[in-house]
Structure formats: structure tokens, C-alpha cells
């Protein structure tokens, strides 16, 4: 098993500058530092590969800087869909070259593109292909692609484990992998443990936070049903802490998140994983 943090714990945009956050991280006990990447990201692929080395840290790049709203490779427009898997391609070949082990998120789609229609059979058709090709493309860097569901307040690509697996199964690549976010979650399936074992071994990660974003425990999540589901499936891979930093300008606040839950990065992952630990019953 292993644990790792979300850079949004501290900082609301990656740069060479926060390179300390591995230092930060490996001090607070964790494995593994995952990086929002973006349009707006300059990023250096080779400085965060050697600073991960030296400490033994696992690096996972993940869309979530400035993300030009057409990249969506589930997109009506083949024109957007066919730069949205060029502008993947590229911070994949990212991911390799600073040694992460996943390029994860709502790679499916685009968060906040929302359309107030039922996915259609050619929709999960294209968006399976383009799933596909990306894939291929991340076996050759020796990459995981991971899909994250997201609440249908954010998608309506992907919103439950069920349709990342059936995505995951029309886009046919050992590559892909499935990211389960607590937080998303609560909004759309009422089985956390069936959710969890629905995924087999294609579950990679865990996002774990509330269903605030705090941090886990005390809230709405079911995590007694998580943990059992965890240990029964035998899951020894990733579980990462996410929200966002509410002391940090408005940052918490842009992201859609208006109460103090996150005001200290290092009492969250503190706080998190003393919960998760012995939820899990490991040491």
C-alpha cells in the first residue's frame, strides 16, 4: 500500500518553486506526490524526476491546471477531439519523461462540461477509441492512463465506477486503470463497497478526502464499507488525500469550495492518514 498526497493540499499551481513539496510530502510519511498539470503549467519534467528519485517518491501528473475546454476527447467536434488526444499525448510524454507511474483524471471528457442529454452509443464509441489510442500511447511510456468518475455535476461522460468499466472494456488496453474519488462518489453511487469490488484489479487508486473535502472521517463517506471492500479485494496500490488549500487567496474558493476545511495541508494529511491507517489495518 501505498500514500500519497495531492500538490492542491498547498499550492494552487505547480512550478519548479515547489519542488520541497516531495521533501514536504516524504516527511509527512507518504510515497507518492500527484501534480496538476496544465496550459498555464511550466513544468520540468526532468527536475521533478530527479528530486522523486532522490527521495524515492512516486510522481502521477494530472489534468487539472488550465485545460482549454475543448480538449474533450468525447467531444461532438472531431476537430476537438482529435486535439484534445494530441494535447493528452503531450503531457503524457510528460509524465513519462519525469517518471511518473500515471497520467490520471477525467481523461474521458472535460470537467464542467456538462450536456443535459443521455451519453449516446457514438459518444462512448469515439470517446472508447480515443480512450484506446491514448492508451497505446502510455504503454509505450510506460505509463498508466487512470480514469477518475466524477459527479454528474461536473460530467455526464463518466459518473460511476460501472461506466469507467465499461469504458475501460470498449477501449480494450491493459493500460487503463480506474481512480475512485470519495468525494465524487457520495453523489452518485449508494454501495461503496460493490462500487469498489465492481472495478477487480483495475482499481489503481483511491482519492480519499470527505464529503466537504475534509478530511476522511466524521462525515457522510462510508468508510468502514470502504476499508472492508479494500482489504477483501486485497487493494495494495494508491490511496491519495486531495482537496484544496483554503488559506491560500481564493483559491479554495474559485474551485467551487466555500467553507474552511483545508486551512493546514500537513494537519490534513496528518489527520488523514492516522484514519486511514488503521481503517485499513496496516501498518
Known amino acids: 500500500m501505498k500514500y500519497g498526497a495531492h500538490i492542491y493540499l498547498w499550492t494552487d499551481h505547480w512550478s519548479s518553486d515547489q519542488l520541497n513539496l516531495f521533501d514536504r510530502v516524504k516527511e509527512l510519511g507518504l510515497d507518492c506526490l500527484e501534480i496538476s498539470i496544465g ?6 519534467a526532468a527536475a521533478v524526476r530527479d528530486r522523486a528519485a532522490q527521495l524515492e517518491m512516486d510522481v502521477v501528473l494530472s489534468p487539472g491546471a488550465v485545460w482549454p ?11 476537438c477531439r482529435r486535439a484534445a488526444v494530441t494535447w493528452h499525448r503531450h503531457w503524457i510524454d510528460q509524465a513519462a519523461e519525469s517518471g511518473a507511474v500515471a497520467y ?16 449516446s452509443a457514438d459518444e462512448l464509441r469515439r470517446t472508447a477509441d480515443n480512450l484506446h489510442e491514448l492508451a497505446e500511447h502510455a504503454l509505450q511510456r510506460n505509463v498508466h492512463l487512470v480514469l477518475e468518475p466524477s459527479s454528474h ?24 486503470r480506474i481512480l475512485l474519488d470519495t468525494y465524487h462518489l457520495v453523489t452518485e453511487v449508494r454501495d461503496f463497497g460493490a462500487a469498489i469490488r465492481s472495478c477487480g484489479d483495475r482499481l489503481w487508486a483511491v482519492h480519499a478526502c470527505e464529503n466537504d473535502r475534509g478530511a476522511p472521517g466524521g462525515g457522510l463517506v462510508p468508510w468502514d464499507d470502504i476499508f472492508v471492500a479494500l482489504n477483501e479485494t486485497e487493494f495494495d496500490d494508491y490511496i491519495v488525500f486531495e482537496s484544496y488549500n483554503s488559506s491560500v487567496g481564493d483559491f479554495a474558493i474559485s474551485r467551487g469550495m466555500f467553507h474552511d476545511v483545508c486551512p493546514d495541508g500537513d494537519q490534513f494529511v496528518r489527520t488523514a492518514l492516522k484514519f486511514v491507517r488503521a481503517g485499513m489495518n496496516r501498518d
Do not use: C, K, W
Open 153 to 176: 455535476f461536473r460530467t455526464h461522460v463518466v459518473n460511476t465506477p460501472a461506466q469507467a468499466m465499461q469504458l475501460v472494456e470498449m477501449a480494450d488496453s491493459p493500460q487503463l
Open 69 to 79: 475546454m475543448d480538449m474533450d476527447i468525447s467531444h461532438d467536434d472531431a476537430s
Open 104 to 119: 490520471a483524471g477525467a481523461i474521458y471528457g472535460h470537467p464542467g462540461r456538462v450536456e443535459r442529454r443521455p451519453r
Open 39 to 44: 496550459d498555464d503549467i511550466r513544468f520540468d
